[in-house]
């Protein structure tokens, strides 16, 4: 078996290794850092050289086994007992002495939710939970988020030029995860700053000063999350899926247990409205930056599910997820010790040629984009993904059907450095409202 780019596990106690000729797979290994340059800028193609030359590789800077081609990480999703989802949302730069000294004066106990939780566990509790996500009860909110989508439309519709992450795509999803969950929606900005804590504190390279300040942050919203169940505790016949949790903790408290209501509360605000704000920020950014794309869609809605999928294909919001390995194998080639850590790669899967034809294309007549990883895949896969889909059809229908002359501003995208959550910051775009198509046929 190959020992790929400078593993310590193969290293360990054998001949020091010379140098790695620049350009080679090895160097590349080295030098691959998901914090910076090329992969927060595009992850597919800062990861090219992998699929095509070494689909699985020890990364030093970050600890982690990089999987990149499409099969690898289908089969790592596959099999969760042999890749376990233990590391999903452990932090990816380990907080410094006086960050987990903050974390602990505020009782934070962040623990298993369904995310990262091993078998048989998981499943017992997926069924339990799994009700209000069945088809006929995710349908039940498509009029809310039209209606909200017509509202936030007809609050912009004459100015002409707007951030459509903040006059929408941000809130939106917001709003309806807390809905859907039954978290009362009084506190929308803290929420958004509590969120980008979290996804800092899990998938970030915060700085040791940083990690203070986004410990303490964490830290709010952990307390938050324990306020908010007490209070959701207090109204038993309360609606939404958390409350049915609550219920199910009272019911069963050995499969839903008081540390995972308490973990899952605070995990999945983030998990039900980011991953959803940010896929339609990366959608509406492409599609605008694909012009024919975008007049098809204007021209023919029926073309617009599969928009999404080929949009959540390129430009999803979960980039890369994790695993761990619980014990030895062999993945792409490449011999993996036990507790092997891996980041598995969607956004590199999503552009594998071996899977996709012409991968680099964005092509909303594509026959497979639904294939794309975006969502996971097998038993953890995620729970909410026909909720998201929703939500991103709905934008697409309301703006490009009022909206559809609206053309990207000039701007530089910003992403927030990290490996995981991936959508561009702000998406500004700009229109002529003497053109809107409302104006003239009323
Ligand atoms: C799990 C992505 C929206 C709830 C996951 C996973 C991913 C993901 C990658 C892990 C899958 C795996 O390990 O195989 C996304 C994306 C979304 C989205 C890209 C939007 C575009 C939502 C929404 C909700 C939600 C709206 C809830 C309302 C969950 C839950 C799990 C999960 C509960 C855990 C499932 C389990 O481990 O059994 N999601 N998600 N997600 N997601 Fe989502």
């Known amino acids: 078996a190959q020992a790929a780019g400078g593993c310590p596990f193969h290293a360990a106690g054998g001949p020091a290794a010379g140098e790695p000729a620049a350009g080679s797979p090895a160097a590349m290994a080295e030098a691959f850092d998901p914090f910076d340059g090329p992969y927060q800028l595009d992850p597919a193609e800062a990861l090219r050289w992998s699929r095509d030359q070494l689909p699985v590789f020890y990364s030093p800077k970050l600890g982690y086994w990089v999987v990149s081609r499409y099969d690898d990480v289908k089969a790592v999703f596959r ?9 999903v949302l452990e932090p990816i730069t380990p907080p410094c002495a006086e960050a987990r000294e903050v974390l602990t004066r505020y009782g934070y106990a962040m623990n298993r939710t369904l995310v990262n939780e091993d078998e048989p566990a998981h499943m017992e ?5 799994s009700e209000h996500f069945l088809p006929a009860n995710v349908e039940a909110h498509q009029a809310m988020i039209r209606r909200l989508t017509r509202e936030k439309v007809d609050r912009f519709i004459d100015e002409g030029r707007i951030d459509l992450v903040d006059a929408m795509l941000y809130e939106i999803p917001l709003t309806v995860a807390l809905h859907f969950l039954g978290v009362p929606e009084d506190e ?8 980008v804590a979290h996804a800092v504190n899990a998938f970030g390279r915060p700085t040791p000063a940083h990690q203070i300040d986004v410990a303490h942050a964490v830290g709010r919203f952990w307390q938050y999350a324990g ?6 505790r207090a109204d038993p016949d309360g609606t939404g899926w958390m409350h049915h949790t609550i219920r199910k903790n009272a019911e069963l408290p050995a499969i839903v247990t008081d540390s995972y209501v308490h973990s899952m509360m605070m995990a999945i605000i983030v998990a039900a409205h980011e991953t959803t704000a940010l896929a339609s920020a990366g959608m509406f950014k492409t599609l ?3 012009r024919d794309a975008w007049e098809a869609i204007c021209a023919d809605p029926a073309l617009i599910p599969n928009a999404v999928e080929e949009s959540l294909r390129v430009a999803g919001s979960a980039a890369a997820w994790r695993r761990q390995t619980t014990a030895p194998t062999r993945l792409g080639g490449i011999d993996l010790p036990e507790g092997a850590k891996l980041l598995i790669v969607q956004a590199s899967a999503n552009q594998d040629e071996r899977h996709f034809e012409h991968a680099e294309q964005f092509d909303i007549y594509r026959d497979n984009a639904v294939d794309h990883l975006t969502f996971g895949y097998g038993s953890h896969q995620c ?4 909720i998201g889909r929703m939500e991103m059809r709905i934008f697409l229908e309301e703006v490009s059907r009022r909206l559809p002359h609206l053309r990207l501003a000039d701007q530089t995208f910003t992403y927030l450095p990290n490996t995981t959550f991936r959508g561009p910051e702000a998406v500004w775009v700009e229109w002529d409202p003497a053109r809107n198509p409302e104006r003239s046929d009323p």
């Open 79 to 87: 099999d969760a007992i042999l890749f376990s989802p233990r590391n």
């Open 125 to 129: 509790r997926r069924r339990v939970l």
């Open 188 to 195: 929308l900005e803290r929420l958004r700053r509590f969120s």
């Open 227 to 232: 306020g908010v169940i007490e209070t959701m």
């Open 288 to 290: 605008l930056t694909h």
């Open 383 to 386: 729970m909410g993904k026909n």
